[in-house]
């Protein structure tokens, strides 16, 4: 299926000037690079692994913001720890920036007076917001705008798809097959969106035997390879399941995890970047 195909816009047929790719013409705004991290499937870790991500860049001294855009389930200002209120200016909103790195941060659990309430809005509504969150917010100067992508294929990720200008997406799987087949669902989906993959990260991969240290596979064998070599993309990490992440992420101090690997992340995620650049300008 096409890109026109999956267009909601009435105004153009297939062939002609289309108004979604001249949205992704606009002015990038300060942002230099765009990164969707997404799965098409829930409980795998992908706002989790946003955070890290986010975590691992801005410890490089990199200016990154997180558009959290799965508005149905939120927990990115959680994860990191953001508490401030929204302030309005003549220009937009300004995202409230975490505690320690200042990573910056726009979600719909900022705006609602109780954080636990669900927003049960049908997909037009959604799709008008997440457009807000980049049309309607001062980001500043970035090096990496980070978007959390919900789960699925459906409205809500085609609309951060297709309105922004996509550098490039992270895809986050478990080592189950189950994971796999839905994970390479979104691999398609960027595909038809001309998003290029940057490459896989496999979280909950295995645990450390706090005794011997000795790694097993806990949700049994990876699939990651498959995935890697049926779309052409990289591994860039394999995280464990790990008790001392889930107390900062469940205390807001994502931002205090150490573990060697993250710095790895964020070098395997930059070249794979430049990469994906030289491709698209050949």
Known sequence: MSECQSCSSSSCGEGDACPNQAEKAFDKRGVRSFIAVGSGKGGVGKSTTTALLAVALARRGLQVGILDADVTGPSIPKLLGVRDPLVGTTGGMLP????????????????????????????????????????????????????????????????????????????????????ELIVEKACHMAEMLDVPLLGVVENMSFVRCPACGQSLDLFGPSHAAKLTERFGMPLLGRFPVDPALALLCDAGRVEEYEDKDLDELASALETSLKEASVKGAD
Request: proline share 12%.
């Open 96 to 179: 409230p920036a975490s505690p320690q790195l200042g990573i910056r941060v726009m979600s719909v659990n900022l705006l609602l007076d109780d954080p636990a309430k669900p927003v049960v809005w049908r997909g037009p509504l959604i799709a008008n917001l997440l457009k807000q969150f980049w049309d309607e917010v001062e980001w500043g100067n970035l090096d990496y705008l980070l978007i959390d992508l919900p789960p699925g294929t459906a409205d809500a990720p085609l609309t951060v798809m297709q309105s922004l200008p996509l550098d490039g997406m992270v895809l986050v799987t478990s080592p189950q097959g189950l994971a």
